[in-house]
């Protein structure tokens, strides 16, 4: 694990899951051992894993103690303040939010949405002077290292721009000092990045979670607080249409402000999946205007982000966003103020092609020899059995991810125990048809049902009523539920000791019978000898219909556990 990166995993708490690999949009994941961790090189930081990690093993990076090292040491620290700070804190006022931060420590409070504004304005100045070229929005972090690594052929098509963090961390640098450090609070976790790569312009990232967090260990209400005090304004003035940033078609509104009526086409999608399908092969179209694209990585925009409460509808936290903006009014157009050029360069992950020999062997190493056997079930996070092979061999991911593979292991080696136990072993359904059965079975019957377990191995399918006289007992079990344990009968002259107990209530019984009549024993002595062995078989074996009816993922801890008990059952 690496704390040092943005996004990393808890070994300790990941074992055997796979949500974080079925819902990681460009499958950046290495499954180790059962663990999952994060490719970091392959990661496009959308923070999806850490959204769906049941267990919270998907960690995001811990800022706090460097930022309070910051303020400790000097005496204009700034907070750049992420727009959607809006639908995230709606019940409170902004002099409430801005004095609540300030009293953490904090010189000031600025609003990212004046980075948002000059980018706008860059944009438009951008479009004016050019005709019949396509542009993506770069405002997104994820967005541009998605496009950068999956799809660098479109990498030309970025806005070569600085976004509008580190846009709006030049205004703050230029206004309080290249000396004056800047930290980021909104809902990003790929922002951290940004912090990573621009130490110049931007200090360090905390996340509304974290800022919470803080509020209530330097127990700080917020909402306690006077809604109009003085000391809670935005430095060094307020944002305008630049609040609408977060929402789908912020942006865009945004560029419009300032380009007035023009001929340029406007698109916006969100979502990764949706971004894949708007740009895969945009690079062959033409047009005479030019087409701005806004793409935003997390679906519905940054009032989405993975470090928000997620416990309000989309509609309302829009709704937020889009009524503060209508009581604000339109402001006048900007005019571009700072050189925020920055080129973006492909940066291609490498996708490994392998040929149709190379994938069927690794589908025929977990049990998949025909096209009938990929079921493309995506238990193991990947959306068909090929790509989960094509992973195998990225070293990606491991065989027993294979919920479909890991039931055949266990099934083998049930079938491998029951095989070897030296008591007769027979598993019945309610219509008393055999499910399986082993050898000492089939030669305490007789040798007609030895003959028939040569030709048909189990003895699966074939009718008890016809094999033996005493079928009623199994019918009574399985009509009654009740287990019937070390009771004797007498069969072919010989005494059988038997048990037969619930697998399935009222479906599936099993059964362990012994043969008590060797002549060189006392018959009491058998007989207690027989219920020793009873008694370990049966545990023997419902520890194996436990095994078949539960989860593939604990397999071995079970199968060790019955293979250690049944090898102690044949030295006593």
Not at 16 to 32: E, G, N, Q
Not at 462 to 475: C, D, E, G, T
Not at 553 to 572: A, H, P
Request: some cysteine.
């Amino acid at each position: 694990m690496n704390y040092f990166k943005p996004i990393y995993t808890e070994k300790a708490d990941c074992q055997d899951c796979y949500k974080c690999v079925r819902m990681c949009p460009v499958k950046s994941i290495k499954v180790d051992k059962g663990s999952a961790a994060v490719i970091y090189e392959n990661c496009i930081l959308c923070g999806e894993c850490v959204l769906v990690c049941p267990s919270g093993a998907k960690k995001t990076r811990n800022d706090l103690d460097a930022v309070k090292n910051l303020l400790k040491f000097n005496e204009k620290v700034i907070v750049s303040l992420a727009p959607s700070f809006i639908s995230e804190f709606s019940d409170l006022s902004y002099n409430q939010v801005i004095s609540a931060i300030k009293k953490l420590g904090f010189y000031g409070v600025s609003e990212t949405a004046l980075g948002a504004q000059e980018v706008s304005a860059n944009i438009a100045k951008l479009m004016k002077e050019t005709s019949g070229q396509i542009y993506f929005s770069t405002a997104c972090p994820s967005v541009v290292e998605y496009v950068t690594k999956y799809h660098p052929e479109s990498a030309k098509f970025l806005t070569p721009m600085l976004s509008p963090l580190l846009s709006q961390c030049k205004i703050l640098k230029k206004e309080f000092g290249q000396d004056s450090p800047v930290v980021f609070i909104g809902p990003c976790i790929a922002k951290k990045k940004e912090a990573d790569d621009h130490p110049d312009l931007l200090d360090a990232v905390l996340t509304f979670q974290d800022l919470r967090e803080w509020f209530k260990e330097a127990r700080i209400n917020p909402a306690l607080l006077p809604i109009d005090d003085p000391e809670g304004r935005f430095l060094p003035l307020q944002a305008n249409e630049g609040i609408l940033y977060p929402v789908e078609g912020g942006m865009i509104k945004g560029i419009k402000h300032n380009l007035g009526k023009s001929k340029n086409i406007f698109m916006s999608f969100s979502g990764i999946k949706n971004i894949n399908n708007a740009i895969t092969g945009i690079e062959k179209l033409t047009s005479e205007e030019n087409l701005f694209v806004e793409l935003l990585a997390c679906e519905s925009g940054c009032i989405n982000g993975p470090k928000v409460t997620h416990n309000k509808s989309n509609v309302i936290k829009r709704y937020n966003i889009l009524k503060k903006a209508d009581q604000l009014g339109n402001s006048e157009p900007h005019s571009p103020m700072l050189d925020i050029s920055q080129d973006y360069l492909s940066n291609p992950v490498q996708i490994n092609k392998y040929s149709e020999e190379e994938i069927a062997n690794v589908l025929a190493d977990i049990g998949k020899i025909d096209e009938k056997y990929e079921l493309n079930c995506a238990g193991c996070g990947y959306n068909t059995c090929k790509e989960f092979a094509a992973s195998i061999l990225d070293n990606k991911s491991e065989k027993m991810m294979c919920v479909t593979y890991m039931r055949q292991l266990a099934q083998k080696k049930a079938n491998a125990l029951i095989a070897t136990m030296p008591s007769g072993i027979v598993i019945v359904d309610d219509k008393l048809k055999i499910v399986e059965s082993n050898l000492n079975w089939a030669k305490l019957i007789g040798e007609e049902a030895e003959m028939m377990f040569d030709v048909k191995p189990g003895l699966e399918g074939a009718s008890l009523v016809k094999m033996v006289p005493f079928h009623n007992l199994f019918q009574n079990v399985i009509d009654s539920g009740i287990d019937i344990v070390g009771k004797e009968i007498e069969y072919n002259g010989t005494i059988l000791l038997f048990s037969i107990f619930t697998i399935e209530k009222h479906k599936v019984v099993g059964s362990i019978f012994r043969d008590i009549t060797e002549p060189w024993e006392g018959k009491e002595q058998i007989i207690t000898k027989a219920k020793q062995v009873i008694k370990k078989n049966l545990s023997t074996v419902q520890k194996i219909a436990y095994l078949l009816g539960e989860n593939a993922s604990e397999t071995e801890i079970i199968l060790n556990g019955i293979i250690e008990s049944f090898s102690k059952d044949k030295i006593s």
